[in-house]
């Protein structure tokens, strides 16, 4: 795992450290020292903590003007042991929504497990972004982390059924990011309730 680096390709436009808006505003990286840990495996150092030992995050865009933020996330989702979601929520999320951010994108690809347990975080998000038109949206969800999140009908606050399972997003902008998911939660395509 301490080779899979947060992707990189939009440090030119953004980078959170710089941000003064952002939770990780002023943070220091090592490309050579390993310190963070997922259970016993090293992870890159690119990585940010949110409070979590097994859930880490990179937020590697935000636009203030059009409120969104899009965030590449590893680890190990783990609400039942570890709460997870209160961390993503309290620790990174509300910060943002504070400065004005209510659409979340969320790249989990490399969420490689989960263990979940009730969702009054998550409609507590959907309720606190659905005030200012947001939403909160997962792409790439490893198809058995998907399944767990089904389990707890999690597709009734967060949008990471299809078609926002395979996403090819590295070669997308993230402005045309941000209108693909828009498109298709407005269009009624990205939140499937039953």
Not at 3 to 13: A, G, Q, T
Not at 92 to 99: G, H, I, P, W, Y
Not at 106 to 133: G, M, R
Not at 151 to 173: E, G
Request: hydrophobic letters at 40%; proline letters at 4%.
């Amino acid at each position: 795992m301490h080779d899979i680096e947060p992707h990189f390709k939009w440090r030119d436009r953004y980078t959170s450290q710089e941000d003064d808006r952002s939770p990780f505003y002023g943070r220091e990286y090592s490309e050579f020292e390993f310190s963070n840990k997922i259970y016993n495996y090293f992870i890159h150092p690119q990585w940010d903590e949110i409070g979590s030992p097994t859930l880490y995050a990179k937020q590697i865009f935000t636009d203030y003007d059009l409120g969104f933020a899009i965030v590449e996330l590893i680890g190990e989702w783990n609400d039942l042991v570890h709460n997870d979601i209160m961390f993503l929520k309290r620790n990174f999320a509300d910060a943002l929504q504070a400065e004005g951010i209510s659409k979340f994108i969320f790249i989990a690809e490399n969420v490689l497990t989960s263990h979940l347990d009730d969702d009054s975080y998550y409609q507590e998000w959907l309720e606190d972004v659905s005030e200012e038109q947001g939403f909160i949206a997962i792409l790439n969800m490893q198809p058995h982390v998907q399944q767990d999140f089904d389990q707890l009908r999690l597709h009734n606050y967060i949008s990471y059924r299809f078609p926002f399972t395979d996403v090819n997003w590295r070669i997308m902008k993230p402005e045309a990011i941000l209108e693909f998911v828009e498109s298709c939660i407005f269009a009624g395509q990205g939140r499937l309730h039953e």
